[in-house]
Structures are given as structure tokens and as C-alpha cells.
């Protein structure tokens, strides 16, 4: 095993669905450059997926990673814990997660844009192991304040999304499949958005001592809520708003401060268990 090769960057993006439409991060036109690409590491937990090492126009180093679909033979919770082991070891500070999402909240529509300020996590089949390991998490605010208000910020120079929110609950389930219209009966009291990121990647950040935020782009209505989604819709979403998305992004890493007055930091003890 060999983590010598792993470069050192600032930032990351695990990129979902909503970036999947175009070539991250070159397709979205802000200047980003590609330095590497096709970096697989070996982790404790197998082989990871395949980084890339980009620098945005304001010179910040990232690396970014696909997270959505499925390798065969690698969990889900294999493969967050492969993708935030190289985070770890590359030092990256702030991490953005993006995603397609179903609205819970009757209010939402497709193409809005949701950046979570909390969780109700209903996965089943992710291992909740930790990276770092030893610490005690705080999930009182579990998302970065900073790095959300740049998202925010970013997403609301864009005319052509959907509204802005800058908080909403993301309730995260299992996956691949959708849900039936009961569960989503019961689901829709807990939260506004529907999603299958947010954990334990939201989790996973804070146990590596990384801020972190998500820019989520709602794709569907949930089962039962206001009426049936459509396909083509959600087809035409990803295909069309792939590169805003993208954009959104990048403006939002050149945008944050480099600060650690955000207080993500405190919200992460050493674990009394191991005293
Ligand atoms: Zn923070």
C-alpha cells in the first residue's frame, strides 16, 4: 500500500448526479485546470475510485471524486470510507458533496436548489466506522456555516435555477431504489429533501477535521407529494443543468475564506471512550 502519491489540496467535491451531464471541472468554463487525472489510491478498505487533481481559477488545489453508482463487490460504506481516507491523507480542509433530491417538503419544486443545514440519517448498509477515529462528533451543526453561505451566495447569482434555500433538512435513505408512497408518508414529518449523500459523508468530514457542505439540486417530487414526477423531467435536469451546477461549485471554493472561525473545529472532541 502507498499513500506517497496522494497530493496534497485544500479542497474537494464528491460529486452526485447534479454534475453528471458534463466533464467536472473542465465543462464548466470558470478557468479550472486539470493537473491529474485517473488517481486511484489503495486505502485500508480497498482500492479507491478513480480522483482528479484540478485547480480552480483562483489557484485553490482539489481533488474530486464520483460517489454516485455502484462498483461491483465495494459497499457504499466501502467506498465513502476509500474516498474520505485519501481526503484525510491529502488534507483537505473544506468538502463539497453535490446531488440530485427528491422534495419532501410540498413547497419545493423541481429545479430548486436546497443546501442543507441538518440530517435524519435512514441508511441501513453503511458501515458507520471512522476515519481518523478517536474523536467524539458533535452533529449539533453538522454543516459548515461558511461554506454553506458560499454556496448560497454562489447559487443565487445564477438566474437560471430554480429558488435558493439556505437550510433544509435532508432526510438520507439507503438507495439505489426509490421510495414507496408509505414511506415517504412516513419520511415527509422529518425532513424537506430526500437524498442518498449526505451520509455518513457529512459525518465522515468532521471525523477528518474538514468542513462541509452540500448543493443539492431537487430533481423529483417524492412519492405522494404534490403529484407524479416525471422522467423526463429529471432526465432533462441532469442533462440541462449539469454545468450550473458545476459553476456553482467552483465559485463557491474561490469564494470561501480561508478561516477557521466558522467553528466546525469545536464541534469535534476527543472521544472519552478512550481515555
Ligand atoms: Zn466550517
Excluded at 169 to 198: K, L, N, W
Aim: hydrophobic share 40%.
Amino acid at each position: 500500500m502507498s499513500t506517497a502519491a496522494i497530493p496534497q489540496a485544500g479542497c474537494a467535491v464528491i460529486g452526485g448526479s447534479g454534475t453528471r451531464g458534463c466533464d467536472f471541472p473542465v465543462d464548466a468554463g470558470t478557468g479550472a485546470r486539470v493537473l491529474e487525472q485517473d488517481l486511484v489510491f489503495e486505502t485500508p478498505d480497498g482500492t479507491s475510485p478513480p480522483f482528479i487533481l484540478f485547480e480552480t481559477a483562483a489557484g485553490r488545489r482539489c481533488l474530486t471524486v464520483r460517489l454516485h453508482g455502484w462498483r461491483d463487490g465495494v459497499t457504499r460504506g466501502e467506498a465513502s470510507r476509500q474516498v474520505f481516507w485519501v481526503l484525510h491523507k491529502a488534507g483537505v480542509s473544506n468538502i463539497i458533496s453535490e446531488a440530485g433530491v427528491g422534495s419532501l417538503n410540498p413547497l419545493l419544486d423541481p429545479r430548486d436548489i436546497v443546501i442543507p443545514d441538518d440530517f435524519v440519517d435512514l441508511t441501513t448498509h453503511r458501515d458507520p466506522n471512522m476515519i481518523a477515529g478517536g474523536n467524539l462528533l458533535i452533529m449539533r451543526d453538522p454543516v459548515c456555516p461558511a461554506l454553506s453561505r458560499a454556496l448560497f451566495d454562489a447559487a443565487g447569482r445564477h438566474s437560471s435555477v430554480g429558488r435558493v434555500f439556505g437550510r433544509g433538512t435532508c432526510v438520507v435513505t439507503e438507495g439505489p431504489r426509490f421510495e414507496s408512497r408509505a414511506e415517504i408518508r412516513m419520511m415527509q414529518p422529518h425532513g424537506d429533501i430526500i437524498g442518498q449523500s449526505m451520509c455518513p459523508e457529512v459525518w465522515l468530514a468532521r471525523d477528518i477535521g474538514a468542513c462541509y457542505a452540500a448543493l443539492y439540486i431537487v430533481v423529483n417530487y417524492a412519492e405522494g407529494v404534490v403529484r407524479d414526477w416525471s422522467h423526463e423531467v429529471l432526465k432533462d435536469i441532469f442533462r440541462d443543468d449539469a454545468v450550473i451546477q458545476a459553476r456553482i461549485l467552483l465559485e463557491a471554493i474561490d469564494a470561501v475564506a480561508d478561516s477557521d472561525s466558522c467553528g466546525c473545529g469545536d464541534l469535534r472532541k476527543p472521544s472519552l471512550l478512550q481515555e
